[in-house]
């Protein structure tokens, strides 16, 4: 329900009746904070062309399609006798990934300290896409109880003894690749105790394998509707209005869900504008911060920010470099993102509110916000510009440098000086030192060390924090490269210890959504066989790298340990810089434990 497998997540950002969200017959690729360029093309002849989620990276349309209803709430078009009870969502554990270190609380597990339930970089900040529908239904539908749930805090059994107490009859889950197992076996929980309760996935991997999800062994058994777009709240209030009678479903947008037969049909449609959404109100949950995120943050970053929480918002998405898809950076071409921006003047006050009341800092969870200025690219985007304005102005974001913003190491070089005021933290991708490594998959154009050296130095002079991620197993390694990269991200980690709170390194993931699982799926029958609801993503990155390097899976693995090892070393006891890395999953005994816990489950449904 959110973009990005993150992504991330990570991840994309209701009031009523809403302002500016009357249908519009037009798209936009340009800003959404300014009048969009109007296509010479109906939505009826865009259909094919629209952003779908699949495997295939496609381009992304942004507008309100008229074909279905953005405007909420809808007064008396709920059937009083149909009125839902409540509605849970779910955020998920990451124990059936990557385990060790990285551990996202152990839902199975017991006897773990404070410490090791909040070792991982997801327990940090809440989810905004979930956060971001739950603002929408408590003002759209004040009378419906939600309840959120964020399963890298709580444990299965605490999650499963709620579910038996007191069921939802609506559940919405966000699913990354590493958490689709999961996912199903609370769905399953669910519906084992309310057979008719409505399950909901979300976001990139459930979105793109939409089909998968709806038809496979136990999506079939415990899914009914997949948000299959970037427009999480409307797709969810637009369900919540069609269950309580007031909506026809064909009016829902970006919702797949099955048809008599088994048919599955997908109502795909652009994203809606940023600039004509509400903002996550982080005040509705913030029992949850101070119970569980607080004390994560706690663990690893309290000693490099004043303020002590952090949040993330939906500011902005997508890229700017360059006009064309194949010109942008790689992760937005493959994604097919364009350029897309919130109202600078509307954010202010939900900002003001974040830093002043919440006390927390904010992480713009777009895709390259530090790409937003009109001295970069065209220079037709001033939403820098304009930020850094509206900040200086403000009484109470005017003290504070509270903002994580990612950006390109040009992009950087380029704003460094204009955010210097209210950005506390760079989020750099890097990707790798080794330019010959960063030709064809980079995410970024960082050109070498010397542009990364010179962009640090930057840093340092202007009292950034950094929060730096690169990929080992890039095509064309060597373990030449592999012992290269380990000793250029520890001499980075040694150099800027003062300002370096995160360090991410992992092999390349393959999962949908990404050119690299596009590729493989069409030319590896071992892939194709593979695919399905619920992907084995280690071992299709092992048969990548393979495909693609000179090293294995192993030889990336032991590379990033060397690193990680490396990282705790220079730490010593103050451990001030936390060494993050990417959840594959991987047949293991935890996991197998967990296809055991769903088949049970599942073996007990209607």
């Not at 797949?256 to 795909?268: I, L, T």
């Not at 890395?581 to 935890?590: K, V």
Request: charged share 25%; net charge negative.
């Amino acid at each position: 329900m959110v973009a990005t497998d993150v992504r991330d997540s990570p991840a994309a950002g209701f009031g009523g009746p809403f302002p500016g969200t009357s249908e519009r017959g037009v798209l936009a690729r340009a800003r959404t904070d300014c009048p969009p360029r109007t296509l010479r093309l109906t939505y009826q002849q865009l259909e094919v062309l629209a952003m779908k989620m699949s495997l295939q990276p496609v381009q992304e349309f942004v507008g309100a399609d008229p074909r279905y209803h953005w405007d909420y709430p809808s007064p008396g078009a709920v059937d009083p006798l149909r009125k839902l009870g409540s509605v849970w969502y779910f955020g998920l554990p990451l124990t059936s990934a990557h385990r060790d270190a990285h551990n996202a609380g152990d839902a199975l597990g017991e006897g773990l300290t404070e410490e090791d339930r909040y070792r991982n970089e997801g327990s940090v900040y809440p989810h905004a896409s979930l956060v971001e529908m739950i603002t929408y239904q408590a003002r759209c539908f004040p009378d419906i109880a939600w309840r959120y749930m964020d399963m890298g805090h709580l444990g299965w059994p605490e999650v499963r003894a709620a579910i038996n107490e007191d069921p939802p009859d609506v559940a919405a889950f966000s699913v990354y690749t590493a958490t689709t197992l999961w996912a199903m076996i609370v769905a399953a929980e669910i519906k084992r105790v309310n057979p008719k309760a409505v399950v909901v996935f979300g976001n990139d991997h459930a979105g793109i394998l939409y089909q998968e999800t709806l038809t496979g062994k136990y999506g079939s058994r415990v899914v009914d509707f997949v948000s299959t777009g970037n427009n999480g709240p409307f797709t969810m209030m637009g369900l919540l209005t069609h269950l309580q009678g007031g909506l026809d479903l064909r009016k829902v947008p970006s919702l797949a869900y099955r048809v008599p037969g088994g048919e599955v049909v997908n109502q795909d449609a652009g994203t809606f504008p940023l600039n004509r959404r509400i903002l996550p109100d982080y005040r509705l949950i913030l029992d949850q911060l101070e119970n569980h995120y607080d004390r994560a943050f706690n663990v690893w970053y309290a000693k490099h920010y004043d303020l002590k929480r952090m949040v993330t918002v939906p500011l902005d998405g997508g890229c700017t470099w360059g006009k064309r898809p194949g010109r942008r950076c790689m992760h937005c071409s493959i994604q097919g993102l364009t350029p897309k921006t919130v109202d600078v003047a509307s954010a202010i006050p939900v900002l003001e509110t974040i830093v002043g009341d919440l006390g927390a800092n904010v992480y713009a969870c777009g895709d390259s916000t530090l790409g937003f200025s009109s001295e970069q690219w065209d220079g037709n985007i001033s939403y820098l510009n304009d930020m850094a304005e509206a900040c200086a102005k403000s009484p109470i974001l005017q003290k504070q440098r509270f903002m994580l913003a990612y950006g390109l190491v040009y992009e950087f070089l380029e704003s460094a000086e204009l955010c210097k005021g209210f950005v506390r933290t760079w989020n750099v991708g890097l990707e790798a030192f080794d330019p010959k490594l960063l030709k064809a998959d980079s995410k970024g154009i960082n050109k070498g060390p010397e542009r990364i050296s010179e962009a640090l130095e930057l840093a340092r002079s202007l009292d950034y924090k950094l929060f730096a991620s690169g990929i080992m197993g890039l095509p064309g390694t060597t373990m030449e490269n592999l012992r290269s990269e380990v000793d250029s991200w520890l001499s980075m980690a040694e150099t800027y210890r003062d300002l370096i709170t995160s360090i991410s390194v992992a092999p390349p993931g393959i999962i949908p959504g990404s050119r690299m699982y596009w590729e493989s799926y069409k030319t590896h029958p071992q892939v194709r066989a593979s695919h399905g609801e619920i992907l084995p993503a280690r071992r299709l990155t092992a048969l990548y790298i393979r495909e693609n390097t000179e090293v294995e899976l192993e030889d990336v693995e032991a590379a990033i340990t060397d690193l990680r090892n490396g990282i705790a070393e220079l730490n010593g006891v103050t451990e001030h810089m936390k060494f993050g890395y990417y959840m594959l999953g991987g047949r293991d005994e935890d996991e197998a434990l967990e296809y055991r816990l769903l088949d049970e489950i599942c073996s007990q449904l209607d």
